[in-house]
C-alpha cells in the first residue's frame, strides 16, 4: 500500500475514494475515484432515495403551488449541507483509518467520517493552515500539539466511553493537566524471535533478559577459521542498540528539542560493547559475519541455524507470511520487568476548531468498544489486509480485553505469549519529529558509538542534533 501526499476520503454514497496531489497506488483494496459529475448525476438521479434523515419528498401532488415546490427543493439543499456539516474530517498517518472510518460510515447514516492521510499529522496541524475534527497519529502529545485538541473527560464521564477499558498506562499518558487529550489506539513490542523447539533454553515463558540473550548466543557460537554460527550480537541492528539503551536508563524525551540522560545513553553503549567483545570477539568479526550470512531475511536465517534470535518488532512478526511465522517462537524483551512500547505508539484526539464535534464525537465511542474493534480484525482477515497489516491500526489494540482476549483468535502464535500488563511501560513524550531524529541522528550516533572504544572519536550526540536541525531547519 503505497501512499503519497493526498487523502483518502469517503463520499456521501458511502464509497472510499481517493483525492491526491501525486499519484498513489492502492492495489486493490479501494476503488477508483467517481468524476466529479458522475457523483452528481448519480446524486441526482437517486434524490428521492438520499439520505437526509430530517427530509422525506412528498409526492409532488400534495405541494399547494409552485412556492410550496420551490421551498421544498430549497429545503432539500439545506438539509443535505446540514448533512455534509455533519461529516467529521480526520487527519492521520495510519492508513488503516481509511477502512475503518467506512465500515462507520456503512453502519448508521447519520454521521459521516472523511479520512485524509499526512506522512506527519503532527506537522500538518503545527502550520495552522486548516484543522480536522479528528487527529490520529504518533507523537501527538508534543508541545506543538497539544494545545490544539479538546478535553475528552465529558465522553468518558457519561460512559460513552469506559476508561476501563484501556492499558491503564497507556490512557495515562494522554492526559494534561489531569484532563484526558488523548486516546491510546495501538502500539508495539520489541521481541526476540527464535526457531520452535528452542524455548526450552529460555528461562521464562513470556519474557527474556539482556543477560540471558547475551549468555545464550554465546554458547551457541560455532567458529571455523571465522564464525560459521553466532547466537546474537547487538550491532545486528541498530533499533536493538536503540532499546538496551531506553531498558538502561536512556530516557530520550521532549524539550527544545530533545533532552536525555547522557550518562545512561553512555553505559548503555558500553555495555554493548562488552557484550560483542565478550560473546562475538569483536566488532569486525560481528561485521564479516554479517557480510557472509545476512544476505537471506531473518526468518531464513533462523531456520538456517547461522543465528539462534533475530530482533524483531511484534508489527513485523505478526505480518510474516503465515508459514514462515508457525516455524518460529518469541519473547518480548523486557529489563527488571519492563517491557518497553516502542515511540510509534499510536493516539487519538478531538481538535478545539473542527466544525463537527457530534461527528467526530459519535465516531470515537463506536472506534474504542470491544465489540467494533471486533468486527474491524474480522473484516481486516476476510478481506486479508491482515497479511500486510497487523492489528489495530498496525499494532496491539489499546483496549485491554480486545488485545488479551480477541487478539490469539486472529494470532494463534499469542496464546500464551500476551504482554503482562503491569510490565508495559510507555514511551515518554517526543518531539513531532522525533522519527527523523531518531532516523537521521540517534541511530546513526549508536551505530557509530559501538565501534570506537573512545568516545572522543566519535562526534557527540548534541553536536550531531544542532547540527542535523541547523541544516533542516525544523524546530
Known amino acids: ?156 464521564k457519561d460512559q460513552s466511553l469506559n476508561e476501563d477499558y484501556f492499558y491503564p498506562r497507556l490512557i495515562a499518558l494522554g492526559k494534561i493537566e489531569n484532563h484526558q487529550y ?39 557460537n560455532q567458529e571455523n577459521g571465522g564464525y560459521t554460527r553466532m547466537g546474537f550480537s547487538p550491532a545486528w541492528n541498530d533499533e536493538f542498540l536503540f532499546v538496551t539503551a531506553k531498558l538502561l536508563g536512556a530516557g530520550f524525551r521532549e524539550a527544545a528539542p530533545l533532552a536525555w540522560d547522557a550518562q545512561a545513553l553512555e553505559r ?64 518480548w524483551i523486557a529489563e527488571a520487568n519492563t517491557i518497553p512500547l516502542n515511540e510509534d505508539t499510536v493516539y487519538y484526539g478531538i481538535c478545539k476548531k473542527g466544525k463537527a464535534r457530534k461527528a467526530a464525537e459519535a465516531f470515537t465511542c463506536w472506534f474504542f468498544q470491544p465489540e467494533t474493534q471486533t468486527l474491524l480484525l474480522e473484516s481486516a482477515r476476510n478481506q486479508r489486509i491482515s497479511e500486510i497489516s497487523f492489528g489495530i491500526a498496525g499494532g496491539f489494540s489499546a483496549l485491554r480485553n480486545v488485545t488479551e482476549q480477541v487478539f490469539p483468535r486472529f494470532y494463534p502464535i499469542l496464546l500464551g505469549h500476551i504482554p503482562p500488563e503491569d510490565q508495559l511501560v510507555p514511551p515518554n513524550v517526543l518531539p513531532g519529529n522525533w522519527p527523523a531524529l531518531k532516523e537521521k541522528v540517534i541511530l546513526p550516533y549508536m551505530h557509530d558509538r559501538i565501534r570506537h572504544d573512545n568516545k572522543e572519536d566519535v562526534a557527540p550526540l548534541e553536536q550531531r542534533i544542532n547540527d542535523w536541525i541547523r541544516l533542516n531547519r525544523i524546530d
Open 268 to 331: 548503555a553503549m558500553i555495555y554493548n560493547q562488552q557484550w560483542i567483545k565478550e560473546a562475538n570477539t569483536s566488532i569486525q568479526q560481528v561485521d564479516d559475519f554479517t557480510f557472509k550470512y545476512f544476505y537471506d531475511p531473518p526468518a531464513k536465517r533462523l531456520v538456517s541455524g547461522h543465528i539462534l534470535f533475530a530482533y524483531m518488532e511484534s508489527a513485523e512478526l505478526f505480518t510474516m507470511a503465515q508459514e514462515r511465522r508457525s516455524t518460529l517462537d518469541f519473547r
Open 182 to 220: 488523548l486516546l491510546p489506539v495501538s502500539f508495539n513490542i520489541p521481541a526476540l524471535v527464535f526457531v520452535r523447539g528452542n524455548e526450552s533454553l529460555i528461562s521464562n515463558p513470556f519474557t527474556i533478559g539482556l543477560e540471558e540473550i547475551k549468555t545464550l548466543g554465546k554458547e551457541y
Open 1 to 156: 500500500m503505497n501512499i503519497h501526499r493526498g487523502f483518502l476520503k469517503t463520499s456521501v454514497f458511502g464509497k472510499t475514494t481517493l483525492d491526491l496531489e501525486e499519484k498513489a497506488d492502492f492495489g486493490p483494496l479501494f476503488p477508483k475515484p467517481f468524476p466529479k459529475l458522475t457523483e452528481f448525476w448519480e446524486w441526482l438521479h437517486n434524490m428521492k432515495k438520499f439520505r437526509c434523515s430530517r427530509f422525506r419528498f412528498p409526492p409532488v401532488g400534495a405541494w399547494g403551488g409552485l412556492s410550496i415546490v420551490l421551498g421544498a427543493i430549497l429545503g432539500i439543499f439545506i438539509s443535505c449541507n446540514a448533512d455534509r456539516a455533519r461529516g467529521a474530517v480526520l487527519w492521520t498517518d495510519q492508513t488503516e483509518f481509511a477502512i475503518y472510518a467506512d465500515q462507520f460510515n456503512s453502519t448508521q447514516d447519520r454521521y459521516k467520517v472523511e479520512v485524509r492521510y499526512f506522512d506527519s499529522p503532527v506537522q500538518k496541524l503545527a502550520q495552522g493552515l486548516e484543522y480536522p475534527d479528528i487527529v490520529v497519529g504518533n507523537w501527538l502529545k508534543s508541545a506543538s500539539t497539544r494545545t490544539l485538541l479538546e478535553p475528552l473527560d465529558k465522553l468518558l
